[in-house]
């Protein structure tokens, strides 16, 4: 098994944090009793549809895939997240119903598993949780999720490809592109044209 530094992974978490909240060192520290990092295997699955979610991932390095699997078998990729972001079924979370969303690492991955019952709980006690959790349901829940849909709707498939490689540096070099292209609502020959024809238009 891959050795994991946990200080790392924790300073990264806290960081991330305080991108919406001032998370004191205290508040953190009664964070530590419902988190553990751990090294996972690409391929591996951390969720799947058969259970009720009981985590939030933070993923220190690697990243993971959020996607819904139909009685067909057909997989569509709901999202594709890399380091210092966070990943989960959180209607599971929320609803304690089991799963409609599977999670698996596209790469080997560290990730901080953060128990959501005892998270959920700090943001039921603790000001500085509670801000962060209602920043980031704001931003990632509303404003994010909205502009996504938007530009599924009105965006063509260029410049959907470029804004989400201007948000996930270097992602296109480190997982399969087909991924990307479920992703995007595109086929992989659509998304090899785009590409393509960005790189005529970077040597004109």
């Keep these: 098994m891959q050795q994991i530094n946990t200080n790392i992974c924790y300073h990264q978490l806290k960081e991330a944090l305080r991108q919406y909240s001032s998370i004191s060192d205290d508040s ?58 966070f990943s989960a079924s959180q209607v599971s979370l929320i609803t304690k119903e089991d ?53 599924l709707i009105l965006d063509d498939s260029m410049l959907r490809y470029q804004n989400f490689v201007e948000k996930n540096q270097n992602i296109e070099n480190r997982i399969p592109l087909h991924h990307i292209a479920d992703h995007l609502g595109i086929t992989p020959t659509q998304l090899s044209r785009v590409r393509k024809k960005l790189k005529e238009n970077e040597h004109m």
């Design 99 to 151: 799963s409609y969303l599977c999670i698996d690492a596209l790469e080997d991955c560290n990730i901080v598993f953060i128990e959501y019952e005892g998270f959920r709980k700090l943001i039921d006690t603790n000001d500085e949780f509670k801000t962060f959790y209602i920043k980031y349901l704001e931003k990632n829940w509303i404003i994010v999720k909205e502009k996504n849909e938007i530009s």
């Design 28 to 85: 953190f520290n009664k964070l530590k009793e419902f988190i553990s990092a751990k090294s996972v295997k690409k391929g591996e699955i951390l969720q799947d549809i058969y259970s009720p979610a009981k985590y939030l991932y933070f993923i220190s390095k690697g990243i993971l895939r959020t996607y819904y699997l139909n009685e067909k078998g057909t997989i569509y990729t709901k999202n594709l997240f890399s380091e210092n972001y």
